[in-house]
């Protein structure tokens, strides 16, 4: 009986190792499959601006704080390779942000980037909290379609520049880790 005990023992012990090996080598940080970098460019609509505004409160804030809290927007921003809001976008980037914090300005974002052109085509799918108080911020890419079909990675947000609640560019650094 002791034998019996001690060879179970010996047996349990190697694959409680093995489980453990594997589970460590498939945590390892890997290297990104596709790597892009983009400048979304939101525009607020303010009553007079309708034919340059991507994006518009649909839903007001709050008088919870100062900081817009409950205020939700809809946008249809273009992305552009470079900082430039003239150049000409490669994706658009389609959803909605609203505003869920009442001691800072934190908003959460749901959207699809829409490529549609000789490079790429597709969707990217992203989602998550915008901590807008950090210097850079990380949004989970959830899924995609087209050259991006079933993705997943992190796209890392940096407000390149701010001009109020009018304008905004953020540089998106999207990396993909699941690329099929």
């Known amino acids: 009986m002791t034998r019996f005990i001690q060879v ?4 349990f012990i190697l694959l409680l190792t093995q489980v453990v090996l594997a589970r460590k080598t498939s945590m390892k940080p890997s290297k990104p499959c596709k790597r ?5 460019h939101d525009t607020m609509f ?8 991507t994006s518009a409160t649909v839903a007001n804030g709050t008088k919870l704080g100062n900081f817009k809290f409950g205020l939700l927007a809809v946008f249809d921003d273009p992305m552009t390779i470079d900082n430039h809001l003239l150049s000409p976008p490669v994706a658009r980037a389609q959803g909605f942000y609203f505003y869920d ?8 974002f ?6 549609n052109s000789t490079k790429y085509k597709g969707t990217i799918n992203i989602m998550g909290a915008d901590m807008m108080d950090e210097t850079t911020r990380d949004l989970s890419v959830v899924g995609g379609t087209g050259d991006f079909f079933m993705t997943r990675g992190i796209a890392t947000f940096r407000t390149d520049i701010f001009q109020g609640f009018a304008y905004f560019r953020v540089q998106m650094d999207i990396k993909l880790f699941e690329c099929y």
């Open 8 to 11: 179970f023992c010996i047996l």
């Open 36 to 40: 892009i970098v983009l400048y979304l």
């Open 46 to 53: 303010n009553g007079t601006n309708g034919f340059n505004a």
């Open 101 to 108: 914090m009442k001691t800072t300005y934190n908003a959460w």
């Open 110 to 115: 749901g959207y699809s980037l829409i490529f």
